[in-house]
């Protein structure tokens, strides 16, 4: 399938990697291409090529896309950050499948604590391929640029106070809700740690659907806030 419908070359080497590192199915494999997974993951907006080594460029950034579907979720069109974050947390199974199977969850609101003073990561992940910790700060308006100073910073301490001698330098993602790309490209130019911004889209289940959906009561008793 990979050599009939795709014909560019570093698309079929993203199909085969994908395919192999995630067993997709014959099914599966052709709704990516479908979709042109490889363009999202092309079009992801990021400072790689000045945070890291030529070698890891290609390698962190097929890890990840320029927008995520959120739909899943089942939130109100309407929603705040918080309840955001903690949709994703009560989901995080589906969320995993977002990212891909070499994502492990470490957890949400993670704290940083210099000179007495605390700091949260909404959400922090490990990536075992990478061996990289990877922050994800959530927002739920338009990309500005102290975002990404603000995860720099976050980055820098992870590095400083959590971070393990043999693993590689921490990853930030910005997941806003849209974004000017040359705003972007401009913000990153002044970020010195690995960072990228990706978009979410989000519409609300039909009522009908969002039923059907597997519960997930123990990971809601693990995870969430609310009793």
Same mark, same amino acid.
């Given at each position: ?32 291409? $479908? @979709? ?8 992801? !907006?990021? /400072?790689?090529?000045?945070? +890291?080594?030529?070698?890891? *460029? ?67 992940f490990y990536h075992r391929k990478l061996k990289s910790m990877v922050?994800?700060?959530? $927002? @739920? ?8 100073? !603000?995860? /720099?910073?976050?980055?820098? +301490?992870?590095?400083?106070? *959590? ?60 995870f969430s806030n609310t009793p």
């Open positions: 399938m990979i050599l009939s419908k795709v014909k560019d070359t570093p698309q079929r080497d993203f199909y085969l990697l994908k395919t192999k590192e995630n067993a997709w199915s014959r099914s599966i494999l052709e709704e990516k291409i $479908k @979709i042109d997974l490889y363009a999202q993951h092309k079009d992801f !907006q990021h /400072n790689f090529d000045k945070a +890291l080594t030529t070698t890891e *460029v290609a390698k962190y950034t097929m890890q990840f896309k320029d927008e995520y579907d959120l739909s899943f979720l089942n939130l109100s069109d309407q929603h705040n950050e918080k309840e955001l974050e903690s949709a994703i947390v009560d989901n995080i199974t589906k969320m995993l499948g977002q990212f891909g199977s070499d994502f492990s969850f470490m957890g949400q609101q993670f704290r940083l604590e210099l000179d007495d003073k605390e700091y949260f990561i909404d959400l922090l922050a994800i700060e959530l $927002k @739920i308006n338009e990309f500005k640029p102290e975002y990404s100073q !603000q995860l /720099n910073w976050y980055l820098h +301490l992870l590095d400083k106070t *959590v971070k393990y001698s043999d693993d590689n330098p921490s990853i930030g993602i910005l997941l806003c809700k849209s974004k000017s790309e040359i705003t972007v490209k401009y913000a990153l130019e002044i970020v010195n740690n690995p960072m990228g911004v990706a978009t979410y889209n989000y519409s609300q289940l039909p009522k009908e659907i969002a039923q059907s959906l597997p519960a997930e009561n123990e990971l809601k008793q693990i």
